[in-house]
């Protein structure tokens, strides 16, 4: 059950701050996010687990609501270097029926 | 040097032909994964192995075959090549399936199907 990546493409201004949710039709046990710059591999964010913190690193945060089945990543103060397509992946149990989502393409401006 | 590497990055073929590619990893990590990405789809998940001689389908395996003779080798054969397997093929490693593991990821290859 391939989760849904709200919105399906958003622009920015650089400066500006991004929301990108992430929500599935089950209880998730985790949720992992990457970004990937066009032409490029996805690279890992980061990881939320069922029952963990709110995590974060720089202006690149993301929380997980387990109760909504969604998780939500934010972007703050976008910089040039955030564009790119970003996947959140699900996991519905450890070890069981990990699945990327559509991707949500950000294209931040100057 | 350490990582995940993909070989070839680019390639054509002919509808009907045998086609492998290949992914090595320095890491030793137990698992590695095969994706497709096509738009609007994602990555999609075609294999994947939790160790040697270990493998497992994913969400769209037909078509496909690996193998996993050796930790830091996993290749993907397309034993008779269809145009809708025209694609960017994605190799990962990771030291767990999911959870809190994250995925690495190769630079991909490029197959396009005559």
């Known amino acids: 059950q391939q989760p849904v990546q709200s919105p399906q493409a958003v622009i920015l201004r650089e400066g500006e701050d991004a929301v990108i949710n992430c929500s599935s039709s089950k209880a998730l046990y985790s949720v992992h996010w990457y970004r990937q710059k066009h032409g490029e591999a996805p690279v890992f964010l980061m990881i939320?687990?069922?029952?963990?913190e709110q995590k974060g690193h720089d202006k690149i945060s993301a929380s997980f609501n387990e109760k909504k089945q969604q998780s939500s990543l934010y972007l703050t103060a976008s910089q040039l270097s955030y564009s790119g397509t970003y996947f959140c992946?699900?996991?519905?149990?450890?070890?069981?029926?990990?699945?990327f989502g559509p991707g949500t393409r950000l294209s931040v401006l100057p | 040097d350490a990582g995940i590497t993909q070989s070839p990055r680019y390639k054509i073929t002919e509808t009907g032909r045998q086609v492998t590619l290949m992914c090595h990893q320095t890491w030793s990590h137990s698992y590695m994964f095969w994706y497709r990405q096509d738009l609007g789809h994602g990555l999609r998940l075609i294999y994947y192995s939790a160790a040697a001689d270990i493998t497992d389908k994913g969400e769209v395996p037909d078509g496909y075959v690996v193998s996993r003779s050796k930790t830091e080798n996993f290749p993907l054969t397309l034993e008779s090549a269809t145009r809708s397997q025209t694609s960017v093929y994605f190799c990962a490693s990771s030291a767990g399936l999911a959870g809190d593991n994250e995925q690495f990821f190769g630079p991909g290859t490029r197959l396009t199907v005559l």
């Open positions: 939320l687990l069922k029952g963990g």
């Open positions: 992946g699900t996991e519905i149990n450890y070890g069981q029926n990990f699945v």
